[in-house]
């Protein structure tokens, strides 16, 4: 017997046909989108998203096509066992249940920011069985991590979604410095709020823009943008003071960290003066 000899049912040939010719249309078509060596744009990431799932859809339809009498009789040979089959594939039909909701609602397209299962991320890819995120750091600078989280689609069905789109430009940071009683802090009150709104001019009008923008985007009122001083104690006897500002994402870590250096700096100046006062005191008394 020689592999000549050898005949290759004619659906396997079509059917490897149609997955290497489906394969190709896909890799010209995304080829075409990366066309340039420059980092994508959201609108060329979407129409990846959008060729990856039509050559899967697309291959889905034309296997079944090709081996429809073939599967109507594997349905009904294994028709008795069709409530176990539904069990096991529980997960995969929520998935692709879910893939469908999304379709029919699109709560969130590729490349916008969202919170899911307490998890923080742009979305970078989503198909029938999952979507996957690009991590975002909330708590430190608004930053990638560098690491991806794969949510399966099953999730969209139990779960919110939070859109986050728009503080992908602004967002309102707030923040919180913990003081034991050495110093008033209402006394440092008046210069801090001096000193921010020093460092929030130069993007006031813009952020007045973006705020109103949103407003009627969202059919709310404006969001203030001017910056809120909330002080306060803690449980552990300790003096809070929490600063929210409306400023540039990017920018938010930075101004943290000037405004935090601004309050130390009030901070040790008024300790240091009470200090100094307190010995004066003993060695006039003494």
């Given at each position: 017997?020689?592999?000549?000899?050898?005949?290759?049912?004619?659906?396997?040939?079509?059917?490897?046909?149609?997955?290497?010719?489906?394969?190709?249309?896909?890799?010209?078509?995304?080829?075409?989108?990366?066309?340039?060596?420059?980092?994508?744009?959201?609108?060329?990431?979407?129409?990846?998203?959008?060729?990856?799932?039509l050559s899967n859809l697309g291959v889905a339809i034309g296997i079944a096509f090709v081996w429809l009498s073939e599967l109507q009789n594997f349905a009904i040979s294994v028709a008795a066992f069709t409530v176990a089959i539904v069990i096991a594939t529980k997960e995969l039909l929520q998935c692709l249940l879910g893939f469908f909701t999304w379709v029919m609602n699109r709560p969130f397209r590729v490349g916008d920011w969202i919170k899911i299962n307490e998890q923080y991320g742009e979305v970078a890819d989503i198909d029938w069985i999952k979507f996957r995120l690009l991590e975002v750091d909330f708590e430190n600078g608004y930053s990638y991590t560098g690491r991806s989280i794969t949510i399966m689609n099953s999730a969209l069905l139990t779960q919110p979604v939070i859109s986050l789109n728009f503080m992908r430009r602004y967002v309102m940071h707030k923040f919180s410095i913990y003081r034991d009683n050495s110093v008033n802090l209402f006394e440092l009150r008046d210069p801090i709020t001096q000193t921010i709104n020093e460092l929030i001019l130069p993007f006031k009008d813009v952020a007045s823009r973006y705020s109103s923008l949103i407003s009627k985007r969202l059919e709310i009122e404006a969001t203030s943008i001017e910056p809120f001083i909330d002080i306060h104690t803690s449980d552990l006897t300790h003096q809070v003071i929490s600063i929210t500002i409306f400023c540039p994402t990017e920018e938010a870590h930075l101004l943290e960290q000037k405004i935090t250096e601004c309050f130390m700096k009030l901070w040790y100046k008024k300790v240091n003066t009470f200090n100094s006062d307190k010995s004066l005191n003993e060695e006039n008394g003494a």
């Open positions: 017997m020689v592999i000549s000899d050898i005949s290759i049912p004619p659906k396997v040939v079509l059917t490897i046909i149609l997955i290497v010719g489906v394969w190709i249309i896909k890799a010209v078509w995304i080829a075409v989108i990366r066309r340039t060596n420059r980092p994508l744009e959201e609108r060329q990431k979407n129409w990846i998203s959008v060729a990856r799932n």
